[in-house]
């Protein structure tokens, strides 16, 4: 990076997650601190386009790091995969004396980052939010561990009712492709199955175990279902399909859904977001472009961006044993 | 009542809803306070007809007043709407020695004690234990103020994302026939619409006022639907028809589902089921049956079964006019 | 009320309470909604007199009903307590054009409304906002079911210790000298004793009652002491006395405190402040002066302040003895 | 290990912490998992002492994952200090044919271990149960997660009065020795000074910093106190110094006291307490005995307990920094 760095942007793109405004709050505390000015845009690239700027000092960010969601908003951008988009986001950027930028999502915020930097040499730093865990290159994303919590929450609500019941719920949890969500808030919501989208263990299975469950003395069930799992087209068809085959069973299906995106920070999450939000501004400061700033093992690694988006993370074996084993 | 007082049981009958759990301690203490023994009864009338009694004293029912659902289970029970399965029922009891009963469930519960009390002349008391608040004779019902707490606190969650997203979130809350969680929820959760059966707005309405708030500067919404609603045959189709006719919205659905039913009791549906209990034996001792024991400004009363059940609770239509006020 | 309102201003004075934010939204959006503006005035009474005004419409309110606390701030006044200091608040109110004034608080913001309402004939209306419930004519103030809630969680945190260890905790809650939030707490927490300061039961009576439960059988135990008791001079003596002449105990203390006033208020606090906040301008609107907005069985009434300050609210006598035989 | 293992005991002692069950049941499920009895003994080794076992099977466990605390309780044992009062717990556990140990717990608890199993030469595996987090070898203690979330909800009620009525609160956070809970809490909060015992910053600089902060233009703060902090002797000490020094501030204290041991755990520590647990008795099947079982970087580690007790954990230099950061 020849050109000395005196003012930065940082935005937030993508499915919103907990702990996004903590991650903003570092990220405009940590460039006061290093002395270079900071405009927030609003509604991720489409604000790029849009010319959505505001600027931020340390004191605008205060009473954000508890609140969900993401103050400075987040939207889709079609614009922003078009080179016309691209070009009306630099030039806004330029005309704002914008040197370079944090962008806080996952990795369809990546990709578009990757593309943009290397087409306009501006410096593009990433910050993991959103509550799948499925980027690779960082231990955690921010707002995976407050889902974590909030799908917890509801499964031990329902669980009152299943344990009163004597039903069978299966309870579907957001996580795209990866089962993280899935496998560990089911461990923690001590459900008997766990359905990811990495092991199909296959409706006969899952028959012959919830049959063999049943004939053991247990007498309510929870089956977690990953949103990416594969036994059924759906969830209600798995569910037909044990109310046909286990007509012992009561079987209740909850989706849910929304409230799994939202909700304040855990603790974890916003040291996590303050963590990489500082992160992100010191990798610009040292000169890094085009990666992601994640952790591993409690410390800062930086890790470039094809790395983190093209590379599949892999599942912990170890924790589907546990499952195995915790839910005997 | 002619006969001396000795002996009762107590049982949980149709959905669960928190604070049984509180009602029925309540009621073994104060059992044992006034020196009646106490049975409980797992599993509602179905547990009358099978027999399956335990023995309740003041230690069993320690460090349960914080859990949700119902220790003592609920079920349906074909069998009790037969005169053989209520027979059976009669005998399981007086072999016990019972000599009198108190169900905690609602109007479905109540039917079925109300039947049975007559039949065998045993005394029989109700405590309304639903989170819906549909019983006629009580201001609260157990479980209502819990649940309004839990919807209230997922919708927070989901406006996080709706807010984030600039998009229309519909929430469908339960409540059975009953507008009452769908108002309050509503009303706390500071949403933009609320459909309740027992006030039709119709789609059309809906549509002009959703079409006015946006051109007001409204960007995000939350409307909560009733389970009851009438506007569309279910809340897919309402999501349907506003996103049709009003394309600038992005339309969300979420059911919240079984979260409601479940959870630790709020403070006020502990105090409320622990004197709700405290009251049903109080009423068996001064010689009542076949009534509810509920609360009505703060203060116990004794409604007849008949009142209970087939009046029809009325919306407080002060309350539909703040909520039009307060989302404004 | 000769002259035409136009124009109203509110505050918050006082002890800060969850819900105070829902009621400010009421008032601003109910006023919006009759016409009326609306100013809000910074930190109560003192900002009257230091003229720290913001004007408020419908979306200036928005996102703050699920917040704790209050955003128009609140302070103590000393000026305000001098003739001077209400000339000054009064002047700055007709400068703006304010023709009369909401005021949410307790009863020392009462006492002041009072005053200034009669020195300078202006309108005012007020609403109670105060975690202690100890305004008479009114069920319920804003906050106070919230402040329930955060006690009960706190003490099944506690509990979760207690049983753990087989210790006696002693939590000293707020409330004033009432022991609304002490008693009623108390049974939803379940505490084996609860000391109140309308009912002081003695250090011997106290000894002798654990003393009876620990030969009963039981080995841990919470009891809730309300700040205003009048068993010892403060909590530690309690505790002290306790630990001398029951060794076999294990005595442990908590205060609760400031974590008591905050927290995103219950549904029905929320509720409970839209209601009150829309009541007040209406009242505004049918005439009405120096009453307070309160409600009884659910409905809205207007109690003059000197009701509503200087007569010492009754507590329910019924509910102590269900606290009696719930503890058994 | 020479000895062919049939049969295990499992206890729990220290300060419970939450997560002690889930840990509990995940060694009581692996043990039945791989054939192998389990006992649970009551109340530590107090328990091995006064021979209090149960036998304990899978089904034995259900319903605890979500509950804080411990149902085999804990307590401090001076009999396990002596010769004689090991001897007896080792003859206990011979006459019921016990061959192995797992200890959940803290240092002391690893202290006692090491003892007895060098002593007796009966293998003993330790699981680090602790809010503190202050056990060497492992990344996290079950219990510390939650902890830290307990404190941060407690800190966004406290900032909601703070906040209000522009007040500057200390308040005090677990943690001996280690400065773990206050840094994170302190971070996640966004505290605007932390004290911990690994640094003391001296009160001078304190009272410079606050005086700084609100000449800036804070109004409210927030300063997080390590219960192990030096500045003062104690916290009130601390608040005095300040209300002297700076008498524009209006201090107030809270000690957040035993509500930071309880609640129910979250998912991160009821997902590492199954890890452990489970661990423990692969770590016995596998021939290890006076080890600790942790988790580093998301994998299973072995640790010696001396290297668990003796070394001193190190805090994290960089968290520091993003602290400093964070709160400007």
Redesign the interface.
């Known amino acids: 990076m020849s050109k000395k760095l005196t003012k930065i942007a940082v935005l ?1 793109s993508g ?2 997650s ?1 702990g ?1 405004n903590a991650a903003i ?2 990220v405009v ?2 460039a ?2 290093c002395d270079l000015k900071c405009d927030g845009v609003y509604r991720g690239y489409q604000g790029l386009i849009e010319n959505e700027f505001i600027e931020l000092g ?2 605008d960010v ?2 954000t ?6 103050f400075l ?3 889709r951008s079609k614009g922003f995969m078009t080179k016309e988009g691209r070009q009306k986001a630099y030039d806004n950027l330029m005309a704002r004396d914008v040197d370079a930028l944090v962008v806080i999502g996952g990795d369809g915020t990546f990709t578009g980052a990757s593309i943009f930097s290397k087409e306009f040499d501006i410096p593009i730093i990433g910050i993991p939010g959103t509550i799948d865990n499925d980027i690779n290159g960082t ?1 955690y994303t921010i707002g995976y ?1 407050t889902a ?5 929450e ?1 499964i ?6 299943a ?4 039903r069978l ?1 299966l309870v579907e949890v957001m996580g795209r492709d990866a089962g993280d969500i899935a496998l ?2 089911g ?4 459900a008997e199955e766990i359905l990811i989208p990495e092991e199909n263990m296959g409706i006969e299975r899952l028959l012959e175990s919830l049959d063999k469950s049943r004939k053991t ?1 247990k007498t309510s069930s929870i089956i977690v279902v990953s949103e990416g799992d594969q036994i059924g087209k759906n969830i209600t068809e798995v569910a037909n399909s044990i109310q046909t085959r286990l007509p012992d069973y009561e079987v ?1 299906v ?6 799994q ?4 920070p ?3 999450d ?2 996590l977001a ?2 990489l ?2 992160g992100a501004v010191d990798a610009l400061l040292e000169g890094y472009s085009n990666i992601m700033v994640g952790i ?5 690694v930086y890790v470039p961006f094809d790395t983190a988006i093209n590379i599949k993370k892999v599942l ?1 074996k ?2 589907i ?2 499952a195995d ?4």
């Open positions: 937030t499915g919103d907990p996004m709050r570092a505390r940590n006061a601190y340390p004191r205060k009473n790091i508890n609140r969900g969601g993401t908003k987040s939207a231990d561990d974590l919590n909030t799908v917890v509801a031990d609500k329902i669980r009152d009712t344990s009163s019941h004597d719920f560990n808030s461990i923690g919501a001590g003395g209740k909850t989706v849910l859904g929304h409230i995106r939202g909700g304040s855990s603790c974890s916003r040291v303050s963590r939000g500082v591993e093992h409690k410390k800062i912990d170890d924790l044993r546990v084993i915790v839910s005997s």
